[in-house]
């Protein structure tokens, strides 16, 4: 199993452009998370999915932030504009269902992708 | 949920155990107590996670009080590579509200 997969792992780009950050998730797993750690806040859930439906968005920071699951094989997370104050190193996890005696009920994170906006 | 506390930083030599206390004086009756770690420049990964009795896995122990306000993660012999930050959370949702964690060092 290769694991999640995030990709870009590094991304620099220029405040007011749009960012999309990419998400593979272990197959199989229903659930899909996405975090965003900094210095000054740590790691904040910013959303998740079960079954490709969106459950709770309540971390999502503002209207520029957007994330989509077409299909569960692949999330999105997109920022449009992005702001200097996004960057930040931005994760991706996948689980099976709470209860779930496989796996221990954990929670699998990605490598993640550095943002970065200048 | 429930809030947690821990040492903000611990330190421990190579090969020794180590014992990474978390405080949860509020945890309710269907919160479970799971430990996390992150290694430099990684994301999370799961280490343990406990209801009631004390439990063990390759990685570590979990031992947990006998009124749940407190837990002990045991890692029984130290190694360089378990130097990372570990985050107690309690947890009875699908979601995991990571702290601040308790950043550990070990020396050779």
């Known amino acids: 199993d290769a694991g999640v997969i995030q990709s870009p792992r590094h991304e620099v780009t220029e405040m007011g452009q749009e960012v999309t950050l990419r998400c593979k998730p272990i197959?199989?797993?229903?659930?899909l998370f996405w975090y965003r750690q900094t210095m000054m806040r740590g790691l904040e859930l910013l959303i998740y999915?079960?079954?490709?439906?969106?459950?709770?968005d309540s971390g999502m920071p503002e209207d520029r932030f957007s994330a989509k699951m077409p299909n569960a094989s692949f999330s999105t997370l997109k920022i449009q504009p992005s702001e200097p104050r996004d960057s930040a190193v931005y994760f991706c996890?996948?689980?099976?269902?709470?209860?779930?005696?496989?796996?221990?009920?954990?929670?699998?994170f990605g490598p993640g992708t550095r943002l970065t906006v200048l | 949920d429930a809030k947690t506390t821990q040492p903000n930083s611990m330190e421990s030599n190579e090969e020794e155990p180590v014992h990474l206390p978390c405080n949860h004086s509020t945890i309710s009756g269907t919160d479970y107590i799971h430990w996390y770690r992150q290694l430099p420049s990684q994301g999370p990964e799961y280490v343990i996670h406990g209801l009631t009795s004390n439990v063990n896995n390759r990685m570590a122990s979990l031992a947990i009080a006998e009124d749940r306000k407190s837990s002990t993660l045991i890692l029984h012999r130290a190694t360089l590579r378990d130097a990372a930050v570990y985050y107690c959370?309690?947890?009875?949702?699908?979601?995991?509200?990571f702290g601040t964690g308790t950043r550990l060092q070990v020396f050779p």
């Open positions: 996890a996948s689980s099976l269902p709470r209860g779930s005696k496989i796996h221990n009920n954990e929670q699998f």
């Open positions: 999915f079960n079954n490709n439906v969106p459950i709770d």
């Open positions: 959370i309690l947890r009875n949702t699908d979601k995991l509200i």
């Open positions: 197959s199989g797993h229903d659930y």
